[in-house]
Protein backbone atom coordinates (compact mmCIF):
# COMPACT_ATOMS: atom_id res chain seq x y z
CA UNK A 1 0.00 0.00 0.00
CA UNK A 2 1.41 3.37 -0.81
CA UNK A 3 0.98 5.72 2.09
CA UNK A 4 1.12 9.81 1.84
CA UNK A 5 1.47 11.65 4.56
CA UNK A 6 2.02 15.95 5.49
CA UNK A 7 4.45 16.41 8.06
CA UNK A 8 4.24 19.57 10.12
CA UNK A 9 6.83 22.28 11.06
CA UNK A 10 9.58 21.29 8.67
CA UNK A 11 11.02 22.05 5.24
CA UNK A 12 9.53 18.79 3.45
CA UNK A 13 5.87 19.45 2.55
CA UNK A 14 4.50 15.40 1.44
CA UNK A 15 6.19 11.74 2.35
CA UNK A 16 4.81 9.13 0.77
CA UNK A 17 5.90 5.42 1.39
CA UNK A 18 5.13 2.07 0.48
CA UNK A 19 3.97 -0.33 3.29
CA UNK A 20 3.43 -3.96 3.28
CA UNK A 21 1.58 -6.14 6.32
CA UNK A 22 4.46 -6.95 7.80
CA UNK A 23 5.00 -2.71 8.62
CA UNK A 24 8.10 -3.10 6.09
CA UNK A 25 8.67 0.30 4.62
CA UNK A 26 10.26 0.74 1.05
CA UNK A 27 9.94 3.52 -1.59
CA UNK A 28 10.24 6.36 0.76
CA UNK A 29 9.86 9.63 -1.07
CA UNK A 30 10.26 13.25 0.34
CA UNK A 31 8.87 16.65 -1.22
CA UNK A 32 10.81 19.53 -0.08
CA UNK A 33 13.43 19.83 2.35
CA UNK A 34 16.92 18.98 2.14
CA UNK A 35 17.17 16.94 -0.65
CA UNK A 36 20.35 15.09 -0.67
CA UNK A 37 20.38 14.37 2.81
CA UNK A 38 16.51 13.37 2.59
CA UNK A 39 17.77 10.49 -0.19
CA UNK A 40 20.51 9.55 1.98
CA UNK A 41 17.65 8.94 4.61
CA UNK A 42 15.03 7.26 2.65
CA UNK A 43 17.78 4.64 0.86
CA UNK A 44 19.71 3.82 4.43
CA UNK A 45 16.23 2.58 5.49
CA UNK A 46 14.60 1.33 2.54
CA UNK A 47 13.15 -2.12 4.18
CA UNK A 48 12.96 -1.62 7.56
CA UNK A 49 9.80 -2.08 9.77
CA UNK A 50 8.16 0.92 11.14
CA UNK A 51 8.70 0.11 14.37
CA UNK A 52 12.80 0.02 13.67
CA UNK A 53 12.60 3.16 12.08
CA UNK A 54 10.22 5.10 14.58
CA UNK A 55 12.83 4.09 17.35
CA UNK A 56 15.61 5.33 15.53
CA UNK A 57 14.29 8.91 14.49
CA UNK A 58 11.74 9.65 16.97
CA UNK A 59 11.87 12.69 18.83
CA UNK A 60 15.26 14.00 16.62
CA UNK A 61 14.86 18.25 16.56
CA UNK A 62 16.19 20.41 13.70
CA UNK A 63 16.99 23.86 14.77
CA UNK A 64 15.00 24.36 17.79
CA UNK A 65 11.82 23.21 16.14
CA UNK A 66 11.14 20.66 18.39
CA UNK A 67 10.66 18.03 15.38
CA UNK A 68 12.87 17.06 12.20
CA UNK A 69 12.33 15.55 8.72
CA UNK A 70 13.28 12.55 10.28
CA UNK A 71 10.97 12.82 13.46
CA UNK A 72 8.40 13.30 10.68
CA UNK A 73 9.05 9.88 8.94
CA UNK A 74 8.76 8.31 12.37
CA UNK A 75 5.71 9.78 12.71
CA UNK A 76 4.22 8.78 9.28
CA UNK A 77 4.93 5.17 9.51
CA UNK A 78 4.01 4.80 13.18
CA UNK A 79 0.40 6.03 11.80
CA UNK A 80 0.74 3.81 8.93
CA UNK A 81 1.13 0.72 10.91
CA UNK A 82 -1.15 1.44 13.51
CA UNK A 83 -3.70 2.38 10.30
CA UNK A 84 -3.13 -1.52 9.54
CA UNK A 85 -3.47 -2.76 12.93
CA UNK A 86 -6.35 -1.50 13.76
CA UNK A 87 -9.82 -1.51 11.52
CA UNK A 88 -9.08 -3.92 8.59
CA UNK A 89 -6.35 -5.11 9.72
CA UNK A 90 -3.00 -6.39 6.95
CA UNK A 91 -5.59 -8.23 5.08
CA UNK A 92 -5.97 -4.96 2.86
CA UNK A 93 -2.25 -4.69 2.59
CA UNK A 94 -1.36 -8.48 1.05
CA UNK A 95 -0.19 -8.89 -2.21
CA UNK A 96 -3.31 -10.04 -4.41
CA UNK A 97 -3.43 -12.09 -7.57
CA UNK A 98 -3.32 -10.41 -10.81
CA UNK A 99 -6.28 -11.34 -12.96
CA UNK A 100 -5.41 -8.98 -15.95
CA UNK A 101 -4.42 -11.78 -18.35
CA UNK A 102 -8.13 -13.36 -17.90
CA UNK A 103 -9.17 -11.20 -20.47
CA UNK A 104 -12.26 -10.58 -18.72
CA UNK A 105 -14.13 -7.13 -19.11
CA UNK A 106 -14.41 -6.80 -15.32
CA UNK A 107 -10.99 -6.99 -13.32
CA UNK A 108 -9.52 -5.89 -9.57
CA UNK A 109 -8.76 -2.11 -9.08
CA UNK A 110 -6.59 -0.12 -7.11
CA UNK A 111 -9.55 1.15 -5.13
CA UNK A 112 -9.23 4.31 -2.82
CA UNK A 113 -10.96 4.73 0.03
CA UNK A 114 -11.18 7.68 2.55
CA UNK A 115 -8.29 6.76 5.84
CA UNK A 116 -11.26 7.32 8.10
CA UNK A 117 -13.05 4.29 6.15
CA UNK A 118 -13.45 2.63 9.97
CA UNK A 119 -15.61 5.79 11.48
CA UNK A 120 -18.94 5.65 10.54
CA UNK A 121 -19.24 9.33 11.46
CA UNK A 122 -17.13 10.86 9.16
CA UNK A 123 -18.13 8.16 6.38
CA UNK A 124 -21.62 9.53 6.94
CA UNK A 125 -20.18 13.13 5.40
CA UNK A 126 -17.90 11.87 3.00
CA UNK A 127 -20.34 9.58 0.81
CA UNK A 128 -22.71 11.74 -1.42
CA UNK A 129 -25.70 10.84 -3.63
CA UNK A 130 -25.24 10.11 -7.55
CA UNK A 131 -24.36 14.16 -9.19
CA UNK A 132 -27.66 13.48 -11.05
CA UNK A 133 -30.02 13.13 -8.60
CA UNK A 134 -32.55 15.91 -7.59
CA UNK A 135 -31.92 18.09 -10.34
CA UNK A 136 -34.97 20.32 -9.57
CA UNK A 137 -34.82 20.14 -6.27
CA UNK A 138 -32.25 22.47 -5.21
CA UNK A 139 -32.97 22.46 -1.44
CA UNK A 140 -31.82 18.80 -1.10
CA UNK A 141 -28.14 20.37 -2.45
CA UNK A 142 -28.28 22.65 0.21
CA UNK A 143 -29.25 20.46 3.15
CA UNK A 144 -26.48 18.35 2.18
CA UNK A 145 -23.81 21.52 1.76
CA UNK A 146 -24.77 22.38 5.23
CA UNK A 147 -24.41 18.99 7.25
CA UNK A 148 -20.96 17.95 5.05
CA UNK A 149 -19.78 21.55 6.42
CA UNK A 150 -15.82 21.64 6.25
CA UNK A 151 -15.56 17.59 6.86
CA UNK A 152 -13.57 16.06 4.07
CA UNK A 153 -16.51 14.80 1.17
CA UNK A 154 -17.00 13.72 -2.13
CA UNK A 155 -19.27 16.84 -2.62
CA UNK A 156 -16.49 18.63 -3.06
CA UNK A 157 -15.08 15.91 -5.84
CA UNK A 158 -17.93 16.25 -8.07
CA UNK A 159 -20.67 18.47 -9.67
CA UNK A 160 -24.08 18.10 -9.30
CA UNK A 161 -25.79 18.45 -12.12
CA UNK A 162 -28.30 20.70 -11.07
CA UNK A 163 -24.98 23.42 -10.94
CA UNK A 164 -24.48 22.76 -14.52
CA UNK A 165 -24.57 26.08 -16.45
CA UNK A 166 -24.23 27.45 -13.28
CA UNK A 167 -20.03 29.37 -12.50
CA UNK A 168 -19.04 26.09 -13.98
CA UNK A 169 -15.59 26.90 -14.44
CA UNK A 170 -15.19 28.03 -10.95
CA UNK A 171 -16.26 24.80 -10.07
CA UNK A 172 -14.60 22.83 -11.83
CA UNK A 173 -11.15 24.26 -10.68
CA UNK A 174 -12.62 23.91 -6.93
CA UNK A 175 -13.12 20.32 -7.74
CA UNK A 176 -9.72 19.90 -9.06
CA UNK A 177 -7.95 21.96 -6.54
CA UNK A 178 -10.27 19.55 -3.80
CA UNK A 179 -8.90 16.72 -5.43
CA UNK A 180 -5.22 17.72 -5.40
CA UNK A 181 -5.63 18.56 -1.90
CA UNK A 182 -6.87 15.62 -0.50
CA UNK A 183 -4.41 13.48 -2.10
CA UNK A 184 -1.27 14.98 -0.27
CA UNK A 185 -3.05 14.95 3.12
CA UNK A 186 -3.00 11.61 2.68
CA UNK A 187 -6.67 12.00 2.82
CA UNK A 188 -7.15 8.56 1.01
CA UNK A 189 -6.05 5.07 1.70
CA UNK A 190 -4.78 2.43 -1.72
CA UNK A 191 -6.34 -0.84 -1.85
CA UNK A 192 -4.38 -2.74 -4.88
CA UNK A 193 -5.62 -5.11 -7.28
CA UNK A 194 -8.74 -5.35 -5.34
CA UNK A 195 -12.72 -6.29 -5.43
CA UNK A 196 -15.33 -4.66 -2.82
CA UNK A 197 -18.44 -6.68 -2.15
CA UNK A 198 -21.04 -3.82 -1.36
CA UNK A 199 -24.12 -4.20 0.89
CA UNK A 200 -26.61 -1.80 0.43
CA UNK A 201 -29.56 -1.49 3.04
CA UNK A 202 -32.09 0.60 1.03
CA UNK A 203 -34.51 3.04 2.17
CA UNK A 204 -36.87 0.53 2.87
CA UNK A 205 -34.80 -1.84 4.94
CA UNK A 206 -34.37 -4.42 1.03
CA UNK A 207 -30.75 -5.50 0.65
CA UNK A 208 -28.66 -5.10 -2.72
CA UNK A 209 -25.56 -6.50 -2.90
CA UNK A 210 -22.95 -5.72 -5.81
CA UNK A 211 -18.94 -5.95 -6.74
CA UNK A 212 -16.32 -2.51 -7.07
CA UNK A 213 -14.24 -2.91 -9.70
CA UNK A 214 -12.98 -2.00 -12.83
CA UNK A 215 -14.19 -2.17 -16.57
CA UNK A 216 -12.41 -2.14 -19.37
CA UNK A 217 -13.25 0.23 -21.88
CA UNK A 218 -11.90 -0.79 -25.14
CA UNK A 219 -14.34 -3.44 -24.40
CA UNK A 220 -17.27 -0.79 -24.07
CA UNK A 221 -19.51 0.94 -26.51
CA UNK A 222 -22.23 2.95 -26.10
CA UNK A 223 -23.25 3.03 -29.72
CA UNK A 224 -26.84 1.63 -30.94
CA UNK A 225 -26.11 -1.27 -32.31
CA UNK A 226 -22.65 -2.21 -30.90
CA UNK A 227 -22.21 -5.77 -30.72
CA UNK A 228 -18.65 -5.35 -27.33
CA UNK A 229 -18.99 -7.38 -24.36
CA UNK A 230 -20.13 -3.96 -22.17
CA UNK A 231 -22.82 -2.35 -24.37
CA UNK A 232 -25.24 0.81 -22.95
CA UNK A 233 -28.47 -0.01 -22.01
CA UNK A 234 -30.32 3.08 -23.48
CA UNK A 235 -29.32 6.05 -25.81
CA UNK A 236 -26.64 7.78 -24.38
CA UNK A 237 -26.92 11.43 -25.85
CA UNK A 238 -23.44 12.48 -27.15
CA UNK A 239 -24.67 16.59 -26.28
CA UNK A 240 -24.48 15.44 -22.84
CA UNK A 241 -20.36 14.09 -22.73
CA UNK A 242 -18.96 17.43 -22.75
CA UNK A 243 -19.81 19.26 -19.81
CA UNK A 244 -18.98 15.88 -18.35
CA UNK A 245 -15.44 15.66 -20.15
CA UNK A 246 -14.60 19.31 -18.49
CA UNK A 247 -14.60 17.68 -15.41
CA UNK A 248 -12.78 14.55 -15.90
CA UNK A 249 -10.40 16.25 -18.52
CA UNK A 250 -7.76 17.55 -15.40
CA UNK A 251 -8.68 15.10 -12.66
CA UNK A 252 -6.74 13.24 -11.11
CA UNK A 253 -8.97 10.88 -9.44
CA UNK A 254 -12.60 9.37 -10.67
CA UNK A 255 -15.55 8.29 -8.52
CA UNK A 256 -18.15 6.42 -9.46
CA UNK A 257 -22.19 5.90 -9.60
CA UNK A 258 -22.29 3.65 -12.48
CA UNK A 259 -24.11 0.43 -11.82
CA UNK A 260 -23.29 -2.22 -14.57
CA UNK A 261 -25.79 -5.39 -14.98
CA UNK A 262 -25.01 -9.12 -15.73
CA UNK A 263 -27.86 -11.32 -16.19
CA UNK A 264 -27.18 -13.88 -13.91
CA UNK A 265 -30.10 -16.20 -13.76
CA UNK A 266 -28.13 -19.26 -11.61
CA UNK A 267 -26.00 -16.65 -9.19
CA UNK A 268 -23.08 -17.48 -9.75
CA UNK A 269 -20.88 -14.18 -9.50
CA UNK A 270 -22.09 -11.95 -6.65
CA UNK A 271 -24.10 -14.53 -4.47
CA UNK A 272 -21.90 -16.98 -3.43
CA UNK A 273 -19.77 -13.75 -2.28
CA UNK A 274 -22.58 -12.95 -0.51
CA UNK A 275 -22.76 -16.55 1.74
CA UNK A 276 -19.54 -15.74 2.60
CA UNK A 277 -19.12 -11.77 3.81
CA UNK A 278 -18.98 -13.05 7.27
CA UNK A 279 -15.52 -14.60 6.73
CA UNK A 280 -14.58 -11.55 4.37
CA UNK A 281 -12.62 -8.31 5.60
CA UNK A 282 -15.06 -5.22 6.72
CA UNK A 283 -13.90 -2.33 5.47
CA UNK A 284 -16.64 0.00 6.52
CA UNK A 285 -19.93 -0.07 8.09
CA UNK A 286 -22.33 3.22 8.10
CA UNK A 287 -25.63 5.32 8.08
CA UNK A 288 -26.12 7.33 4.67
CA UNK A 289 -26.97 10.65 4.07
CA UNK A 290 -30.25 12.27 3.82
CA UNK A 291 -32.16 9.29 4.63
CA UNK A 292 -30.43 6.69 1.71
CA UNK A 293 -30.08 3.90 3.68
CA UNK A 294 -26.83 2.35 4.97
CA UNK A 295 -23.46 0.77 2.99
CA UNK A 296 -21.25 -1.81 4.42
CA UNK A 297 -18.08 -2.88 1.99
CA UNK A 298 -16.13 -6.53 1.97
CA UNK A 299 -12.79 -6.61 0.43
CA UNK A 300 -12.71 -9.64 -1.40
CA UNK A 301 -9.76 -12.42 -0.96
CA UNK A 302 -7.33 -13.80 -3.75
CA UNK A 303 -10.09 -16.96 -3.40
CA UNK A 304 -13.25 -15.31 -3.72
CA UNK A 305 -12.04 -12.49 -6.61
CA UNK A 306 -10.66 -15.28 -8.88
CA UNK A 307 -13.96 -16.68 -8.82
CA UNK A 308 -15.49 -14.27 -9.43
CA UNK A 309 -13.72 -13.29 -12.93
CA UNK A 310 -14.15 -16.94 -13.56
CA UNK A 311 -17.71 -16.83 -13.20
CA UNK A 312 -18.35 -13.85 -15.53
CA UNK A 313 -16.12 -15.44 -17.78
CA UNK A 314 -18.67 -18.40 -17.80
CA UNK A 315 -21.30 -15.83 -18.55
CA UNK A 316 -19.69 -14.97 -21.91
CA UNK A 317 -20.49 -18.38 -23.47
CA UNK A 318 -21.92 -17.85 -27.13
CA UNK A 319 -24.11 -20.84 -27.10
CA UNK A 320 -25.82 -20.17 -23.52
CA UNK A 321 -26.10 -16.70 -24.86
CA UNK A 322 -28.13 -17.84 -27.97
CA UNK A 323 -30.29 -19.91 -26.12
CA UNK A 324 -31.40 -17.55 -23.27
CA UNK A 325 -31.80 -14.87 -26.46
CA UNK A 326 -32.86 -16.24 -29.42
CA UNK A 327 -30.21 -14.70 -31.69
CA UNK A 328 -27.71 -17.25 -32.68
CA UNK A 329 -26.52 -14.13 -35.34
CA UNK A 330 -25.58 -11.86 -32.45
CA UNK A 331 -22.39 -11.51 -30.13
CA UNK A 332 -23.04 -12.19 -26.10
CA UNK A 333 -23.87 -9.16 -24.15
CA UNK A 334 -21.98 -9.74 -20.73
CA UNK A 335 -21.89 -5.94 -18.83
CA UNK A 336 -25.33 -3.69 -19.92
CA UNK A 337 -24.98 -0.10 -18.17
CA UNK A 338 -27.89 0.45 -15.39
CA UNK A 339 -27.29 3.47 -14.42
CA UNK A 340 -24.46 6.19 -15.16
CA UNK A 341 -24.48 5.90 -18.91
CA UNK A 342 -23.53 9.05 -19.61
CA UNK A 343 -20.75 8.98 -17.01
CA UNK A 344 -19.34 5.47 -18.65
CA UNK A 345 -19.70 6.96 -21.81
CA UNK A 346 -17.53 10.37 -20.71
CA UNK A 347 -15.02 8.43 -19.20
CA UNK A 348 -14.98 6.72 -22.89
CA UNK A 349 -14.32 9.83 -24.44
CA UNK A 350 -11.53 10.82 -22.17
CA UNK A 351 -9.84 7.45 -22.81
CA UNK A 352 -10.29 8.13 -26.59
CA UNK A 353 -8.61 11.34 -26.51
CA UNK A 354 -5.84 9.88 -24.90
CA UNK A 355 -5.38 7.78 -27.42
CA UNK A 356 -5.48 10.06 -30.29
CA UNK A 357 -3.09 12.12 -28.13
CA UNK A 358 -0.03 9.10 -27.26
CA UNK A 359 -1.16 6.55 -29.67
CA UNK A 360 -3.25 3.36 -29.16
CA UNK A 361 0.34 1.27 -27.45
CA UNK A 362 0.83 3.95 -24.86
CA UNK A 363 -2.56 4.62 -23.99
CA UNK A 364 -3.68 0.57 -23.64
CA UNK A 365 -1.44 1.01 -20.06
CA UNK A 366 -2.88 3.92 -19.12
CA UNK A 367 -4.85 3.99 -16.11
CA UNK A 368 -7.65 6.43 -17.86
CA UNK A 369 -8.68 3.19 -19.90
CA UNK A 370 -10.28 1.47 -17.16
CA UNK A 371 -13.15 2.91 -15.32
CA UNK A 372 -14.29 2.56 -11.60
CA UNK A 373 -18.20 0.68 -11.71
CA UNK A 374 -19.72 -1.61 -9.41
CA UNK A 375 -21.55 -4.72 -10.83
CA UNK A 376 -25.21 -5.76 -9.75
CA UNK A 377 -26.93 -9.39 -11.08
CA UNK A 378 -30.32 -7.78 -13.00
CA UNK A 379 -31.75 -11.43 -11.61
CA UNK A 380 -31.78 -10.58 -7.57
CA UNK A 381 -34.91 -9.84 -6.26
CA UNK A 382 -33.59 -6.83 -4.30
CA UNK A 383 -32.70 -4.85 -7.91
CA UNK A 384 -36.35 -2.91 -8.78
CA UNK A 385 -36.76 -1.04 -12.34
CA UNK A 386 -38.16 2.50 -11.51
CA UNK A 387 -39.43 4.45 -14.46
CA UNK A 388 -37.89 8.21 -14.79
CA UNK A 389 -40.64 10.45 -15.09
CA UNK A 390 -40.61 14.01 -17.35
CA UNK A 391 -41.52 17.76 -16.23
CA UNK A 392 -41.95 20.07 -18.76
CA UNK A 393 -40.94 23.52 -17.41
CA UNK A 394 -41.41 26.69 -18.85
CA UNK A 395 -44.35 25.66 -21.43
CA UNK A 396 -48.33 26.17 -22.15
CA UNK A 397 -49.85 22.77 -20.63
CA UNK A 398 -53.14 22.64 -22.48
CA UNK A 399 -50.98 23.36 -25.95
CA UNK A 400 -48.40 20.74 -25.58
CA UNK A 401 -51.55 18.07 -24.21
CA UNK A 402 -52.77 19.31 -27.77
CA UNK A 403 -49.62 18.43 -29.63
CA UNK A 404 -49.32 14.94 -27.53
CA UNK A 405 -52.55 14.20 -28.36
CA UNK A 406 -52.19 14.66 -31.99
CA UNK A 407 -48.66 12.77 -32.42
CA UNK A 408 -49.52 9.97 -30.03
CA UNK A 409 -53.26 9.68 -30.61
CA UNK A 410 -53.84 9.96 -26.71
CA UNK A 411 -57.58 8.42 -25.54
CA UNK A 412 -58.35 9.11 -22.23
CA UNK A 413 -58.60 5.91 -19.85
CA UNK A 414 -60.16 5.55 -16.56
CA UNK A 415 -59.05 1.71 -16.53
CA UNK A 416 -55.52 0.45 -14.59
CA UNK A 417 -52.26 1.75 -16.08
CA UNK A 418 -50.90 -0.30 -18.12
CA UNK A 419 -47.43 -0.52 -20.49
CA UNK A 420 -49.06 2.01 -23.38
CA UNK A 421 -50.67 4.50 -20.95
CA UNK A 422 -49.48 7.85 -19.79
CA UNK A 423 -50.38 9.98 -16.65
CA UNK A 424 -50.15 13.77 -17.63
CA UNK A 425 -50.36 15.81 -14.31
CA UNK A 426 -50.83 19.69 -14.52
CA UNK A 427 -51.24 22.65 -12.05
CA UNK A 428 -55.34 22.17 -12.83
CA UNK A 429 -55.31 18.16 -12.56
CA UNK A 430 -54.59 14.93 -14.19
CA UNK A 431 -55.49 12.92 -16.36
CA UNK A 432 -54.69 9.19 -17.84
CA UNK A 433 -53.95 8.32 -21.42
CA UNK A 434 -53.86 5.45 -23.46
CA UNK A 435 -51.53 5.78 -26.42
CA UNK A 436 -52.62 4.47 -29.62
CA UNK A 437 -50.37 5.92 -32.34
CA UNK A 438 -46.81 6.11 -30.76
CA UNK A 439 -43.44 5.49 -32.59
CA UNK A 440 -41.63 3.67 -30.45
CA UNK A 441 -42.72 0.21 -28.39
CA UNK A 442 -42.36 1.75 -25.35
CA UNK A 443 -44.61 4.10 -23.98
CA UNK A 444 -41.40 6.54 -22.62
CA UNK A 445 -39.92 6.36 -25.71
CA UNK A 446 -43.00 7.61 -27.64
CA UNK A 447 -43.43 10.14 -25.24
CA UNK A 448 -39.55 11.18 -25.16
CA UNK A 449 -40.15 11.81 -29.31
CA UNK A 450 -43.44 13.65 -28.69
CA UNK A 451 -41.73 16.28 -26.20
CA UNK A 452 -38.40 16.62 -28.23
CA UNK A 453 -40.83 17.47 -31.23
CA UNK A 454 -43.06 19.89 -29.31
CA UNK A 455 -39.74 21.46 -27.61
CA UNK A 456 -37.80 21.78 -30.91
CA UNK A 457 -41.06 24.29 -32.14
CA UNK A 458 -41.84 25.82 -29.17
CA UNK A 459 -39.26 26.31 -26.56
CA UNK A 460 -39.28 24.91 -22.64
CA UNK A 461 -36.69 22.89 -20.93
CA UNK A 462 -37.73 18.99 -19.86
CA UNK A 463 -36.11 17.34 -16.62
CA UNK A 464 -36.05 13.89 -15.72
CA UNK A 465 -37.25 12.78 -12.66
CA UNK A 466 -37.20 9.88 -10.33
CA UNK A 467 -40.82 8.74 -7.99
CA UNK A 468 -44.37 10.14 -8.54
CA UNK A 469 -44.57 11.98 -5.86
CA UNK A 470 -41.88 14.09 -7.38
CA UNK A 471 -42.93 14.63 -10.61
CA UNK A 472 -46.65 15.19 -9.69
CA UNK A 473 -45.46 18.16 -6.94
CA UNK A 474 -43.51 19.62 -9.29
CA UNK A 475 -45.63 19.46 -11.96
CA UNK A 476 -48.90 21.16 -9.85
CA UNK A 477 -46.65 23.50 -8.45
CA UNK A 478 -46.50 26.22 -11.40
CA UNK A 479 -48.78 26.67 -14.42
CA UNK A 480 -46.21 26.38 -16.78
CA UNK A 481 -45.64 22.72 -16.29
CA UNK A 482 -46.78 19.62 -17.33
CA UNK A 483 -45.50 16.32 -15.30
CA UNK A 484 -45.62 12.62 -17.61
CA UNK A 485 -45.87 9.94 -15.03
CA UNK A 486 -44.58 6.65 -17.05
CA UNK A 487 -45.38 3.17 -16.75
CA UNK A 488 -43.18 0.38 -14.97
CA UNK A 489 -40.91 -1.19 -16.64
CA UNK A 490 -39.95 -5.39 -16.76
CA UNK A 491 -36.21 -5.63 -16.17
CA UNK A 492 -36.80 -9.04 -17.58
CA UNK A 493 -36.28 -7.93 -21.06
CA UNK A 494 -34.09 -5.76 -21.17
CA UNK A 495 -30.58 -8.05 -21.89
CA UNK A 496 -32.77 -9.33 -25.15
CA UNK A 497 -34.14 -6.30 -26.00
CA UNK A 498 -30.51 -4.50 -26.26
CA UNK A 499 -28.96 -7.66 -28.09
CA UNK A 500 -32.04 -7.09 -30.53
CA UNK A 501 -32.94 -3.42 -31.07
CA UNK A 502 -29.60 -1.99 -29.47
CA UNK A 503 -30.58 0.10 -26.40
CA UNK A 504 -33.78 1.80 -24.75
CA UNK A 505 -34.90 4.95 -25.63
CA UNK A 506 -32.46 7.50 -22.59
CA UNK A 507 -33.58 7.88 -19.19
CA UNK A 508 -36.40 5.20 -19.59
CA UNK A 509 -35.41 3.31 -16.00
CA UNK A 510 -33.62 3.77 -12.72
CA UNK A 511 -32.81 1.58 -10.79
CA UNK A 512 -34.38 2.28 -7.51
CA UNK A 513 -35.79 5.92 -6.24
CA UNK A 514 -33.55 8.86 -5.72
CA UNK A 515 -32.52 8.09 -2.19
CA UNK A 516 -31.49 4.24 -3.73
CA UNK A 517 -29.02 5.40 -5.70
CA UNK A 518 -25.39 4.94 -5.14
CA UNK A 519 -23.19 7.24 -3.75
CA UNK A 520 -20.14 8.12 -4.42
CA UNK A 521 -17.48 6.52 -1.70
CA UNK A 522 -14.84 4.65 -3.26
CA UNK A 523 -11.80 6.48 -5.97
CA UNK A 524 -9.36 5.31 -8.47
CA UNK A 525 -6.65 7.20 -9.69
CA UNK A 526 -6.84 7.91 -13.62
CA UNK A 527 -3.38 9.57 -14.50
CA UNK A 528 0.22 8.75 -14.61
Not at 231 to 253: F, G, N, Q, W, Y
Not at 262 to 279: H, N, Y
Not at 354 to 378: D, F, M, Q, W
Not at 471 to 496: H, M, N, Q, V, Y
Request: hydrophobic fraction near 35%.
Amino acid sequence: MRYEYRPRGVCSRNISFDIDGDHRITNISFVGGCNGNLKALSKAVDGKTAEEIAELFSGIDCAGKGTSCSDQLSRAVREAAEKIGDGASAEIYAERKDLSETGCAFLPADIMLPSFYADAEKMKKWAVVACDQYTSQPEYWEKVESFVGSSPSSLRLVLPEIYLGKNEDERIAAINRSMREYISKGIFTEIKNALILTERKLSDGTCRYGIIGKIDLEKYDYAPGSETPVRASEKTVTERIPPRLRVRKSATIELPHVLVLIDDPKKTVVEPVCARKESLCKLYDFELMMGGGSVAGYLLSNEDSENVINALIGLSDAEKSAAAYGFADKKELIFAVGDGNHSLATAKAAYEKIKELYGASAAASHPARYALVEIENLRSDALEFEPIHRVVFETEPEKLIAYCKEKLGLEETSGAPGSDTVKIVTASGEKTYRITSGDSPLAVGSVQSAIDGYLASNGGRVDYIHGDGVTSRLARESADRAGFILPEIDKGSLFKTVVADGVLPRKTFSMGNAEDKRFYLEARKITK
